[in-house]
């Protein structure tokens, strides 16, 4: 690991975070991109830093040969994030042709129920027997 | 065992099935389940007194320690045979109380899976099975009690019902997850047989545990849902005032008493003093009411306030006296309860002012009222006077203020069943228009069910014999020692048996004078009224807690997704980083990097960063493409060629799409960003938390023995040198295949959105 891959990975979830935080469906589409960006590099940082590949009888000139379990496991990522990248701005293609606007609005449903206003049902007391003197 | 749970089930869903057709003979369909209980009690009763209770375990996550453990020992057997036995008598009743009526399968459903949910409270020896069966008797009680729910007093009264049994159960839920960190074990059989030393942690699991059963049992001061639920059809309220519902929290404390005793002083007191002010002021209230059902559901809380603090307090002698009247109050408060279904039934009212004549025209249920209140007010020659005679017995000896309450109480107890009997059996009060039967109770279960339980009360007052082994084991099974309790007819003259005719001569002496008895009530009661109740506190109560549901759910679902996604970001920041602080080691600082990683990064956190300023789409592609093929070019730093080029083949891709995509939506962001200040935060947070995350990774990261093994076996076991290409293709084959998969199926997924979008956008032009 070293401490500018790990900057750089902190930057990608910082601003992903942001885009991801927005109202604009391509930008959270963005966002999500960045974040899977600083992911697989976290994932990557774990082996031993520059390193040559790890290919039985390479020449790597001197470097260490680097974690080839990482590499599998982003090499997946990298392939899921396209397939999910390429859904997601599906999505977002559908709902503006549908909608006319990219932004997502806010729940009418939710918002009903966040201003509603419960009442309690309030019924007579249990009855109780006036005594008579 | 577990076969019983099953039966129950199944027999509502029969019901459900032919809800059609079965009409009121859904309850006989019911009938099933306590009838089966019944049966497999009385078959297993000899075993289990001997001493060996019935052990059955079924594993559900086995790995996970989640196993469905069942123990009936003599203490579960006593409840089982209650539960069953009043259950049968209440179901038969109720296929004869019950017009057929569309929802009246439904109701005999839910009540089954009720009778159901309580046997599986006293066989569970896990706490959380316990819990689950607790917890679908609070839902199935709130069916059953806002059954009229075009009724506001039932719906308000099941509400009640829920919401106080309910909290109170999630707080039992507290207690037995802090009980079980504490013993080891959720078992409650470990639990008692190894108790967890005192310590606060064991101190508030016990009081959130007898929080639980207060609200159960409706013990003060949490009593006032209990009236309330004589909303429910009849047959439901006999159940649950009698033999269930009620009875969970008794056996709760019961069944934990003596552990609870032994770890915390306080628990003894406690139990006493609830129990006794709620004695004294169910029977109090039970004395001004004028709906008979309702004088009843006092007398119930008034029952169970003895029952709480005898069984509740964990010593032999009072654990004795209190199983002993666990039976009688089943058997009378059960034939009680149908007596005032069969008189409402027939007469149309249950008002004590207008009931008139029922003693000549209903002498069958006048005579089973007869001999169920003379067992509930203790008169000798009943079982409950023998019952009553061994709480005494359990009581003389402790402190004189606990029996004279008692006996306070016991007073109260005979003046109400005098009011209840006189009530509604007597002459009608004048000015009221009286009421009678419209019709002759024909000699069906209206009849027999009630005479049936109320006529067990007086048999076992002439052989007690028959309950006494079952008091007896079920005391040791919980206390460990036998009470050398006794059940006779005649007592001798003990101590014990100059209580009971105290209370039965001043409560006859009250009965005899009601004018005056009536206006001492009504002299106190007027006193009393000032006094906060229960349900006026639960009236002031349920609009704030209403006000803080509408706040709650109004900030936590307000309907943007912005705020959803930062309210997952921060719990999903904040758990891991308070399970880490407050015990970090110092963490190692990584070497720098070489400087072309740092050229790298520069062009990624530029191009990155740019993403949030810029306006014009098209910008959004390059920049992004910057940031995709910058990643690439740290992988091939990093050692790895294939993800390198990898990456540089994806992106292309994605960048192609971006641009596709985004020349059909406008050309610029239009929309202002607002609440711009709390977004950052939580970004800023985010990216110090990875920063942190990654820091304590490699202060923790240690050899790589799965990265040597694969080096290793590349070549000899899949005869290839590129070992990530080995590992995708080979040692991990299905990990890929199901990589496939997923990428097969957003395939369809975006022909099956984009293609319909691409043509309505072609349509338009």
């Not at chain 2, 109701?107 to 069966?133: E, K, P, Q």
């Not at chain 2, 947070?685 to 995350?693: C, H, L, M, N, P």
């Not at chain 2, 080096?711 to 080995?726: C, H, I, K, T």
């Amino acid at each position: 690991m070293s401490l500018a891959g790990l900057l750089i990975a902190a930057v990608l979830f910082a601003v992903g975070t942001y885009l991801v935080l927005q109202r604009m469906l391509s930008r959270v589409i963005i966002g999500l991109g960045l974040m899977s960006h600083g992911a697989n590099l976290l994932i990557m940082l774990s082996g031993p830093g520059p390193a040559q590949p790890p290919v039985i009888g390479a020449d790597g000139g001197g470097l260490p040969v680097a974690d080839p379990l990482p590499q599998a496991m982003v090499l997946t990522a990298i392939v899921i994030t396209f397939g999910i990248t390429a859904f997601l701005l599906a999505l977002a293609l559908r709902s503006y042709v549908l909608t006319g606007s990219d932004a997502v609005e806010d729940d009418i449903e939710d918002r009903r129920i966040s201003r509603a206003k419960h009442t309690a049902e309030v019924t007579p007391p249990l009855e109780v027997h006036e005594v008579a003197e | 065992m577990a076969g019983l749970l099953v039966i129950h089930i199944a027999a509502a869903l029969a019901i459900l099935w032919w809800r059609g057709r079965v009409g009121r003979r859904a309850f006989l369909v019911g009938s099933v389940g306590p009838l089966a209980v019944l049966v497999w009690a009385i078959f297993q009763a000899s075993g289990i007194s001997a001493g060996t209770p019935y052990v059955q375990r079924i594993g559900w996550v086995p790995s996970l320690d989640l196993t469905f453990d069942l123990r009936v020992d003599a203490y579960s057997l006593a409840y089982l045979l209650v539960i069953a036995g009043a259950g049968v008598a209440i179901f038969i009743y109720a296929a004869r109380y019950f017009s057929d009526g569309s929802r009246v399968p439904t109701f005999a459903a839910t009540m089954t899976i009720f009778a159901g949910a309580m046997v599986g409270i006293v066989v569970s020896d896990h706490l959380l099975s316990i819990f689950v069966f607790w917890e679908l008797t609070t839902i199935t009680s709130y069916l059953l009690i806002g059954y009229d729910d075009h009724k506001a007093q039932a719906r308000s009264a099941a509400l009640h019902a829920a919401l106080i049994t309910g909290a109170g159960g999630l707080a039992m839920l507290g207690g037995f997850v802090l009980l079980a960190d504490a013993a080891g074990s959720y078992l409650i059989s470990d639990i008692v047989s190894q108790p967890p030393a005192a310590s606060t942690a064991v101190t508030v699991a016990w009081l959130l545990i007898l929080l639980g059963a207060v609200t159960k049992s409706a013990q003060f001061p949490f009593h006032a849902w209990l009236p309330g639920a004589m909303s429910a059809p009849t047959p439901a309220s006999a159940f649950l005032h009698s033999a269930t519902m009620v009875k969970a929290g008794i056996f709760l404390v019961g069944r934990l008493g003596a552990t609870a005793t032994a770890t915390a002083d306080w628990w003894q007191p406690v139990i006493l003093v609830v129990g006794f002010i709620t004695m004294v002021i169910g029977g109090w209230r039970a004395l001004r009411q004028t709906d008979l059902k309702l004088l009843l559901a006092f007398g119930t809380v008034s029952q169970l306030g003895f029952l709480f603090l005898l069984i509740g307090s964990g010593s032999a002698k009072l654990v004795f006296g209190g199983l002993a009247l666990l039976v009688a109050h089943a058997l009378f408060k059960a034939a009680l309860f149908m007596v005032v279904g069969t008189i409402d039934h027939q007469a149309g009212t249950r008002d004590i002012r207008r009931l008139s004549g029922l003693r000549r025209s209903m002498p069958g249920t006048f005579w089973t009222a007869v001999a169920a209140a003379a067992s509930m007010a203790a008169v000798p020659l009943t079982y409950g006077f023998v019952a009553k005679e061994a709480a005494f017995d359990g009581l003389v000896g402790k402190e004189t203020t606990m029996i004279a309450a008692a006996a306070a109480a016991s007073i109260l107890t005979v003046v109400y069943s005098a009011r209840f009997l006189i009530g509604a059996f007597g002459p009608h009060e004048p000015g009221q228009e009286p009421a009678g039967p419209e019709a002759p109770v024909a000699r069906s279960a209206l009849l027999w069910s009630p005479l049936v339980l109320a006529g067990a009360g007086i048999v076992l007052g002439f052989a007690p014999r028959l309950v006494l082994g079952l008091v007896d084991n079920a005391t040791v099974a919980v206390t460990g020692v036998a009470a050398a309790g006794k059940l006779v007819l005649w007592p001798g003259l003990v101590p014990a048996l100059g209580w009971s005719a105290l209370s039965l001569a001043v409560g006859a002496v009250l009965v005899a004078r009601p004018p005056r008895v009536d206006a001492a009530v009504g002299a106190v009661g007027t006193l009393a009224d000032k006094l906060p109740t229960g349900e006026g506190t639960y009236r002031r109560a349920l609009p704030a807690l209403l006000t803080f549901a509408d706040r709650s759910s109004g900030i936590l679902q307000n309907g943007s997704l912005p705020a959803y996604i930062a309210i997952i970001v921060l719990v999903a920041v904040a758990l891991p980083a308070a399970a880490v602080v407050g015990d970090l080691p110092p963490l190692t600082r990584p070497p720098g990097g070489i400087a072309l990683e740092w050229m790298l990064g520069a062009l990624i956190v530029g191009a990155a960063i740019s993403l949030v300023f810029v306006r014009r789409r098209f910008a959004v592609v390059i920049l992004l493409g910057g940031v995709g093929y910058g990643i690439a070019g740290l992988y091939a730093i990093l050692g790895g060629p294939d993800l390198s080029l990898t990456q540089l083949l994806v992106e292309t891709l994605a960048i192609a799409l971006f641009a596709f995509v985004l020349r059909h939506l406008p050309g610029t962001f239009n929309e202002a960003v607002t609440a711009r200040i709390p977004r950052i935060v939580v970004a800023l947070t985010v990216g110090s938390f990875v920063f942190a995350g990654g820091l304590l990774a490699n202060t923790f990261r240690g050899g790589r023995a799965v990265a040597d093994s694969y080096l290793a076996q590349a070549v000899p076991e899949a005869a290839g040198s590129n070992v990530v290409n080995v590992i995708l293709v080979d040692f991990r084959g299905f990990d890929t295949l199901g990589e496939i998969t997923v990428l097969v199926a957003a395939t369809l997924g975006v022909a099956g959105l984009a293609v319909p979008a691409l043509r309505m956008l072609r349509r338009e032009g």
